[in-house]
């Protein structure tokens, strides 16, 4: 009998250890294939969901333009760093990448080698949605403005959802208010939404620094967790392909499905985004006179971002590979 529990035990932690199976793999050449690139003219008005001083253009242009290459089989997805712009213009030369498919459950694990580096004016972010918002779910994995050096994790629901959580500067309300006007930007409360600070080197200049590293986020009924890996501490089992979360330190946030929230019912139906703004809702007047060194470069967000293009050289992403597996 001992015999057959430890062989029982060894084939349960085998299975554990391969539970997760590669469905989509992001990368190389092959990268942009599963992604829509979106441009100023899907969104009527502004150009930019979120009023950004930002021109998003297609994969032929921006492939053109040298925003979009593979460069050593790392792909690099970057912003107009050459010309100068008149303020009255959309604005900077950028990429948002949507991707075609979308997911409920599943481990997504993004080996990044170089986000935007930190300079007045940027916003990028790598995050997912449920373009159906049914009900409205949100996940910003990365997320940071200007000279930030940690990365700020978000969740936003329209609909009641909480959590009680740790870690640094937690934020623990994910709704974003006004449910009965479909918590539309006029109406919402709460743009914070619910998460918590990444610690260590983890957004711009930080984590380039530090070589980059691994976002990881898994999404179950039971929970949404992320982990961050700097690049000397990546889990060999994800190096192999072989990613087995129970056997990893434990994830920096975890959002754990209760009464006070349902995981399942509001982050389903997850389309990757991946984009970099300049300006917008993010940073408003009041948090550019903030920043010392962007107050003095510039009078405001978009006088400098239209005129100091070679501040954005460092405005790329660089991927390894973005991996979904279930």
């Not at 969901?49 to 253009?57: D, R």
Request: glycine share 10%; charged share 15%; hydrophobic share 35%.
């Amino acid at each position: 009998m001992a015999r057959l529990a430890q062989l029982t035990a060894a084939a349960l932690l085998s299975t554990s250890a391969n539970a997760y199976t590669l469905v989509r793999n992001y990368a190389g050449d092959n990268f942009t294939n599963g992604f829509d690139f979106r441009t100023a003219a899907d969104y009527p008005g502004s150009g930019d969901p979120t009023n950004g001083f930002v021109n998003y253009v297609s994969k032929s242009a921006a492939t053109s333009a040298g925003l979009v290459k593979v460069v050593n089989g790392q792909v690099y997805l970057g912003a107009d760093s050459t010309k100068t712009v008149s303020t009255s213009a959309q604005g900077r030369d950028s990429i948002r990448l949507e991707s075609k498919e979308s997911f409920t459950n599943g481990l997504l694990i993004a080996d990044i080698a170089h986000m935007p580096g930190n300079s007045c004016g940027v916003w990028p972010a790598f995050w997912t949605y449920n373009f159906d918002e049914d009900p409205y779910g949100e996940i910003d994995i990365i997320e940071g403005i200007m000279h930030q050096s940690n990365n700020v994790v978000s969740l936003h629901t329209c609909g009641t959802c909480s959590f009680n959580l740790g870690g640094t500067d937690p934020r623990d309300d994910c709704n974003l208010g006004g449910e009965s006007g479909g918590c539309s930007d006029d109406v919402a409360t709460n743009y914070d939404g619910c998460g918590n600070t990444t610690p260590g080197p983890s957004f711009g200049d930080s984590f380039n620094n530090a070589g980059g590293g691994v976002y990881a986020t898994l999404i179950d009924s039971t929970a949404v967790k992320i982990w961050q890996f700097s690049r000397t501490q990546i889990p060999a089992d994800i190096t192999s392909g072989n990613p087995n979360p129970s056997g990893w330190s434990a994830p920096f946030v975890t959002f754990t499905s209760g009464s006070s929230c349902n995981v399942a019912k509001y982050f389903k139906k997850q389309t990757i985004i991946i984009n970099t703004d300049f300006c917008g809702s993010n940073i408003d007047q009041d948090t550019w006179n903030s920043d010392r060194t962007c107050k003095a470069a510039a009078k405001d967000c978009k006088t400098y971002v239209a005129q100091n293009p070679s501040a954005f050289a460092s405005a790329y992403w660089l991927f390894n590979s973005i991996k979904l597996y279930q």
